[in-house]
């Protein structure tokens, strides 16, 4: 398939004779060996699998030795068993939660941070790189080209999904083009990771001809966000200072009269976003980096949450998200890691950021990581280890040497666990 190289296939490789290699071993399980037909996944009783390890089970998570049994992929019965009794010690994680991506400038790895101010240091410039129209991501993808769009997002979703990622919410610019090049990546892609697309109309550029009521009027307009409303899950909005009012309270009535999700960027620069986002009612605030208390305790009073992308403020400059006081609030917080030209898709990273910038408890880190970007995104079926869920887990290899030695499975995960740790994914 495009976007699968040569790279991707020595990985497999990879994981495929690290996978036998446990299988083999003492950690293989606990079952006889005759009821395995690979190291963690198919067993041949009642149901089509069984994963045996430490299992994070729940959204605290509750750590217990045990099986969790599979049938058509959802969760059927989580068995706890003594850990003298169990044979393998790899953990069972549920898969990441990304609540807020941008794959389509894969393409842009290494962009110019700004202008250069000394011969080693670049003044950061946040609008210089992603505000719309001008911004260089915006002139990047303006000019590619919808084959190379497709194959670059397919490999992003690949990588994703080696990193243990499970679902992603992707702001997909460019109108009804854009969203379906991610439509189409993502069915070529071929992974078991679920895309939450969050499409923008291409007509509501803060320098469009046309604004306000003439625009939300126009055919045009119209037509394509009719349609992109049909294939979307939701809008995304980059932000209440580069839209018309009128035309974002428009957007916002229409999306959600759909029953469609509202996201929209707010505070990242500064704060002067912020409240008009609010008054939009949208069902989730990306970053908040520049928010204050008064806006935190209305954030926390409208029951909206936010997804935070602390590596992504760091590379803009921007300053870091006030990540403590909201969870003072209440506010259900969620992690994304934001435009891949600036961070790898990578929620490994995104923990261990977080982790040591603000001492953040391992179980708060590990529910921002799952089961709340999956309330947050509306995906139930997904985020934890439950009974009735869709298995959606990782094995990871707690005999790594990254992982060897952990005394503390959670705080190991969080802290330290690595893509490289994962035996396989469920």
Same mark, same amino acid.
Request: aromatic letters at 6%; a negative charge; one cysteine or more.
């Given at each position: +398939?495009?976007?699968?190289?040569?790279?991707?296939?020595?990985?497999?490789?990879? *994981?495929?004779?690290?996978?036998?290699?446990?299988?083999?071993?003492?950690?293989?399980?606990?079952?006889?060996?005759? /009821?395995?037909?690979?190291?963690?996944?198919?067993?041949?009783?009642?149901?089509? =699998?069984?994963?045996?390890?430490?299992?994070?089970?729940?959204?605290?998570?509750?750590?217990?030795?045990?099986?969790?049994?599979?049938?058509?992929?959802?969760?059927?019965? *989580?068995?706890?068993? &003594?850990?003298?009794?169990?044979?393998?010690?790899?953990?069972?994680?549920?898969?990441?939660?990304?609540?807020?991506?941008?794959?389509?400038?894969?393409?842009?790895?290494?962009?110019?941070?700004?202008?250069?101010?000394?011969?080693?240091?670049?003044?950061?410039?946040?609008?210089?790189?992603? =505000?719309?129209?001008?911004?260089?991501?915006?002139?990047?993808?303006? @000019?590619?080209?919808?084959?190379?769009?497709?194959?670059?997002? @397919?490999?992003?979703?690949?990588?994703?999904?080696?990193?243990? *990622?499970?679902? $992603?919410?992707?702001?997909?610019?460019?109108? *009804?083009?854009?969203?379906?090049?991610?439509?189409?990546?993502?069915?070529?892609?071929? &992974?078991?990771?679920?895309?939450?697309?969050?499409?923008?109309?291409?007509?509501?550029?803060?320098?469009?001809?046309?604004?306000?009521?003439?625009?939300?009027?126009?055919?045009?307009?119209?037509?394509?966000?009719?349609?992109?409303?049909?294939?979307?899950?939701?809008?995304?909005?980059?932000?209440?200072?580069?839209?018309?009012?009128?035309?974002?309270?428009?957007?916002?009535?229409?999306?959600?009269?759909? =029953?469609?999700?509202?996201?929209?960027?707010?505070?990242?620069?500064?704060?002067?976003?912020?409240?008009?986002?609010?008054?939009?009612?949208?069902?989730?605030?990306?970053?908040?980096?520049?928010?204050?208390? /008064?806006?935190?305790?209305?954030?926390?009073?409208?029951?909206?949450?936010?997804?935070?992308?602390?590596?992504?403020?760091? %590379?803009?400059?921007?300053?870091?998200?006030?990540?403590?006081? +909201?969870?003072?609030?209440?506010?259900?917080?969620?992690?994304?890691?934001?435009?891949?030209?600036?961070?790898?898709?990578?929620?490994?990273?995104?923990?261990? $950021?977080?982790?040591?910038?603000?001492?953040?408890?391992?179980? +708060?880190? $590990?529910?921002?990581?799952?089961?709340?970007?999956?309330?947050?995104?509306?995906? =139930?079926?997904?985020?934890?280890?439950?009974?009735?869920?869709?298995?959606? +887990?990782?094995?990871?290899?707690?005999?790594?040497?990254?992982?060897?030695?952990?005394?503390?499975?959670?705080?190991?995960?969080?802290?330290?666990?690595?893509?490289?740790?994962?035996?396989?994914? %469920?």
């Amino acid at each position: +398939m495009s976007g699968f190289d040569d790279s991707d296939f020595i990985r497999l490789l990879e *994981i495929v004779d690290r996978t036998e290699k446990e299988r083999k071993s003492e950690t293989a399980g606990n079952f006889p060996k005759s /009821t395995f037909k690979d190291g963690y996944g198919d067993y041949a009783g009642d149901y089509d =699998r069984v994963v045996s390890g430490l299992i994070f089970a729940g959204t605290e998570p509750d750590l217990i030795y045990g099986n969790v049994y599979i049938q058509d992929g959802i969760i059927q019965e *989580i068995e706890e068993l &003594r850990e003298s009794e169990m044979k393998s010690k790899n953990w069972i994680v549920p898969r990441f939660v990304n609540a807020h991506t941008h794959i389509g400038d894969t393409l842009l790895k290494d962009p110019p941070l700004g202008s250069e101010i000394t011969p080693y240091a670049y003044r950061r410039d946040l609008d210089s790189l992603v =505000r719309p129209p001008n911004g260089l991501k915006h002139r990047f993808l303006t @000019e590619l080209d919808a084959d190379s769009a497709v194959c670059s997002m @397919e490999s992003a979703i690949w990588e994703m999904y080696q990193n243990g *990622i499970s679902v $992603f919410a992707d702001f997909r610019e460019g109108g *009804i083009d854009g969203a379906a090049a991610l439509l189409e990546a993502s069915k070529n892609a071929g &992974r078991d990771i679920h895309p939450i697309l969050f499409g923008r109309p291409t007509l509501t550029s803060p320098e469009s001809s046309v604004s306000g009521s003439a625009l939300t009027s126009s055919n045009s307009f119209l037509d394509e966000f009719r349609d992109l409303l049909e294939i979307c899950d939701g809008i995304g909005v980059s932000g209440a200072n580069d839209l018309d009012e009128y035309v974002l309270a428009k957007i916002a009535a229409k999306t959600q009269s759909k =029953r469609k999700r509202l996201a929209i960027h707010a505070g990242e620069k500064d704060r002067s976003d912020i409240e008009p986002a609010l008054s939009l009612d949208p069902d989730l605030l990306i970053h908040m980096t520049n928010a204050e208390k /008064t806006d935190l305790e209305a954030v926390a009073d409208a029951g909206i949450p936010i997804a935070v992308c602390v590596r992504s403020n760091l %590379v803009t400059g921007v300053g870091l998200p006030p990540v403590l006081s +909201m969870l003072d609030e209440g506010i259900s917080v969620c992690v994304g890691t934001d435009n891949v030209m600036l961070n790898a898709p990578d929620m490994f990273e995104e923990l261990h $950021f977080l982790s040591k910038i603000y001492g953040i408890t391992d179980a +708060m880190l $590990f529910k921002m990581a799952t089961s709340n970007g999956a309330d947050a995104l509306g995906c =139930r079926f997904t985020g934890s280890i439950e009974v009735g869920k869709k298995a959606d +887990m990782m094995v990871l290899n707690s005999k790594s040497l990254n992982l060897k030695h952990i005394k503390d499975p959670l705080a190991g995960f969080v802290r330290r666990a690595r893509a490289d740790d994962i035996l396989g994914i %469920v």
